[in-house]
């Protein structure tokens, strides 16, 4: 007799929820991935550039039954340069650099497409907002309920594993860890990405000017209360996060409906 696969239900379908879903998947594993946004995502609202060290860079391409796509979605990121700036004096010098980083960088919504089109399309069920949980007596199941966004129908998907993918705010932790706070790292950031190809070259000159090693180095600034980091990716844009310490703001909590 053929025995049952082992099924897992992962909540949230981006870049920790498909990894966790292509390596459960190559494991033998069945997998179900509910996802609140309506469709697989072109743009992430958080994160864009994406360092990988050589431990992802191997798992990936493990995953990967050709090479080539990763190569075309990823820059080589050798060198991490870390320079202090003097605002007043406009001077600024190299505090570290390190020329054996040997991470790659890739944009958010390249790394999300490669793993996703890896993946059975009828594994995801989008516009699903995860509700609850609950364990079997016996502890050797798990079901979850989920509602449909679109029609409000609750729907339950029972498996033997719950993976909690569900970001930083993840509600299913709460449940577990209802003591474990979030922690306030002391200032905010913004990030963007530039898209240079044909346009805003002048900007672009002005970048190599300051930043010779762009297209294989991962800058980081600091000056007094704020930092910033920026590298190249792929295909002409220009990541970048700025920091800037401040106190702690008043987030609003929107609770789950
Ligand atoms: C402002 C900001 C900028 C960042 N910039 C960078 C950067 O430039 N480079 C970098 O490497 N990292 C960056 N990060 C960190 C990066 O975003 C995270 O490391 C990465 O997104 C974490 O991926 P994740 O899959 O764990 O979670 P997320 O990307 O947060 O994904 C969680 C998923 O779960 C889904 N979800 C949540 N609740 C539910 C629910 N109840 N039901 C169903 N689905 C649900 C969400 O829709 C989402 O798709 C940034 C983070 C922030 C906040």
């Known amino acids: 007799m053929k025995k049952q696969k082992a099924?897992?239900?992962i909540v949230g379908g981006s870049i920790a929820g498909v990894s966790c879903a292509k390596?459960?998947?190559c494991a033998g594993w069945d997998v179900v991935v509910i996802e609140k946004s309506r469709a697989p995502t072109t743009a992430s609202p958080t994160g864009a550039g994406l360092g990988l060290d050589t431990l992802s860079q191997k798992i990936i391409q493990s995953w990967l039954p050709h090479p080539e796509p990763f190569y075309?979605?990823?820059?080589?990121?050798?060198?991490?340069q870390n320079r202090a700036t003097d605002g007043e004096k406009k001077v600024n010098w190299v505090l570290t650099r390190d020329e054996n980083l040997n991470f790659r960088v890739a944009h958010w919504t390249d790394l999300h497409a490669l793993l996703y089109n890896t993946l059975p399309r009828e594994i995801f069920l989008w516009g699903h907002q995860y509700i609850s949980f609950c364990i079997s007596e016996d502890k050797t199941s798990v079901k979850v309920k989920a509602k449909d966004l679109q029609t409000n129908e609750i729907i339950e998907v029972e498996g033997d594993l719950l993976v909690a993918a569900d970001g930083a705010c993840s509600s299913i932790r709460q449940s577990f860890l209802p003591d474990t706070k979030l922690r306030y790292s002391g200032y905010c950031a913004w990030r963007g990405v530039l898209e240079y190809s044909g346009k805003n070259l002048d900007t672009m000159m002005g970048f190599?000017?300051?930043?010779?090693?762009?297209?294989r180095c991962l800058y980081m600034e600091l000056a007094p209360g704020t930092h910033?980091?920026?590298?190249?990716?792929?295909?002409?844009?220009l990541n970048w996060i700025w920091y800037i310490n401040q106190p702690e703001p008043q987030l609003k909590v929107i609770p789950l409906s």
């Not at 075309?72 to 991490?80: A, E, F, G, R, S």
């Not at 190599?208 to 297209?215: I, M, S, T, W």
């Open 7 to 9: 099924k897992a239900i």
């Open 23 to 25: 390596a459960l998947t």
């Open 72 to 80: 075309k979605v990823t820059l080589p990121l050798p060198i991490d």
């Open 208 to 215: 190599r000017k300051a930043y010779p090693d762009l297209g």
């Open 228 to 237: 910033s980091t920026l590298c190249e990716l792929m295909y002409e844009r």
